[in-house]
């Protein structure tokens, strides 16, 4: 297993187009990132795994897409308003802030080195301000959302009266949030502006710890499948003092990204607490009816919560190989078929119009299936390199010989593996690989 550090991975996802800091040409915004032609698509298919799963596999789970500003009081019954706070401490010598359990040294300053210098702990809150309307005032004044869970509770009974839902069933959501954390950093692992992949799943309070395992399990397992490896996850109980208001069991999805292990997903029991503030706060009944028991009562709701720029983060990390081929060092990104940027790079060995012709045409024959590169610069060899470095899994290289046989070269990322395939059969060969 290859060593992977942050400037490693960071400098990677820029020289390759995966990451780019946002307003790079303004000197830069902290914490903010612009997603390259790579990085795009890349995170478009984290998104698209976690949907398939989450969603179009499963029966009793359906999707939604809430509005990312809220009525004020979205925030105020969920408790956000008042306890969604990190503790901050400013130093006196240089005026840097910082997040009090997150630091090495609760006396020493990170960013000066003082000591004895930070002022008293105060909350503060991490939700993005703006209005509504013209005028800035209190009245008019709404917050952008810092999770996609609650656009789900409001419309937890919109959704089951027109799905005619029973229990249990789940409702998932893929979208932006936003929180202005006070020490942001680890390159895109911890953003002011980052998406999440949220499922709330409604059951009966007598089966919600039945649930929770099986979610725990079901979520673990899907980073392996996709070729996360295992000795670099684990699952991570909270204690009873980590617990959130609304929480009574918590565990995180955990990797072990450069700097140690750290969040990935987290799985919470939230009760009934959401949907009964929801109701007292609104006025609506948002308890659900049991026709077979003939009572009303609040569902419990198990909380699966990925985010998605960091689950692809984290995919970067996991997938970056350094390998000794011929004396020479050759990085791959082993990233899974499913999840790579580009699933085929097609190779003109030359850029003689013969060549680049029918390369061109296998490429826009195979680009109505996938998403393909068409590579014709430097050496052949350094062309293989280059889509190992990006996590490409195949490479078609049409070569002179392909003039007379119509056959092309396809070549395996991870054995480097090479099999002569039909031209017009290429498209059933790599359906057969690419699975």
């Not at 007598?206 to 996850?233: I, S, T």
Request: net charge negative; aromatic share 12%.
């Amino acid at each position: 297993m290859t060593e992977v550090t942050l400037d490693t991975i960071s400098n990677l996802a820029k020289k390759r187009g995966f990451v780019f800091q946002s307003s790079e040409i303004y000197g830069g915004l902290r914490s903010a990132y612009d997603y390259g032609p790579l990085g795009v698509e890349l995170l478009r298919n984290v998104k698209a795994e976690w949907w398939r799963s989450m969603v179009q596999e499963r029966p009793d789970v359906v999707g939604l897409d809430s509005a990312v500003i809220q009525a004020r009081q979205v925030w105020q019954a969920s408790g956000h308003e008042e306890f969604f706070t990190d503790p901050m401490v400013e130093c006196r010598n240089c005026h840097s802030r910082h997040r009090v359990d997150k630091l090495d040294d609760p006396d020493r300053c990170p960013t000066c080195g003082k000591t004895g210098e930070f002022t008293e702990p105060r909350q503060f809150n991490l939700m993005f301000r703006t209005h509504m309307g013209p005028v800035d005032s209190e009245e008019n004044m709404v917050y952008l959302r810092p999770e996609t869970a609650q656009g789900i509770f409001i419309n937890f009974e919109n959704v089951r009266r027109t799905n005619r839902l029973k229990l249990p069933f789940g409702i998932a959501q893929i979208g932006k949030s936003f929180r202005n954390e006070i020490t942001p950093g680890q390159f895109v692992f911890r953003t002011r502006e980052f998406e999440q992949m949220e499922m709330e799943f409604f059951c009966r309070p007598g089966e919600a710890d039945e649930w929770f395992q099986y979610w725990l399990d079901k979520r673990f397992q899907w980073y392996v499948d996709l070729g996360m490896r295992p000795e670099n996850l684990r699952l991570r109980h909270h204690d009873k003092d980590e617990l959130s208001h609304y929480s009574t069991s918590t565990a995180d999805v955990e990797y072990r990204f450069p700097w140690g292990w750290d969040e990935l997903e987290g799985i919470a029991n939230r009760t009934d607490f959401d949907l009964k503030k929801h109701s007292e706060h609104s006025g609506e009944d948002l308890r659900y009816f049991d026709q077979e028991s003939n009572e009303r009562f609040f569902p419990y709701v198990i909380e699966p919560a990925a985010g998605a720029t960091r689950t692809t983060f984290a995919f970067l990390i996991d997938g970056y190989t350094e390998e000794t081929v011929n004396d020479e060092t050759r990085v791959v990104m082993k990233l899974h078929h499913r999840l790579a940027p580009y699933k085929i790079a097609v190779l003109p060995l030359s850029k003689k119009p013969e060549l680049i012709e029918p390369a061109e045409r296998v490429a826009a024959e195979l680009r109505k299936r996938w998403i393909v590169e068409l590579d014709v610069t430097q050496s052949i060899g350094r062309r293989y390199r280059r889509q190992d470095e990006i996590g490409t899994p195949f490479c078609v290289t049409i070569d002179f010989d392909s003039l007379e046989d119509q056959a092309a070269t396809v070549r395996d990322r991870d054995t480097m593996d090479q099999e002569r395939v039909s031209m017009d059969g290429l498209t059933t060969y790599l359906a057969g690989k690419l699975v």
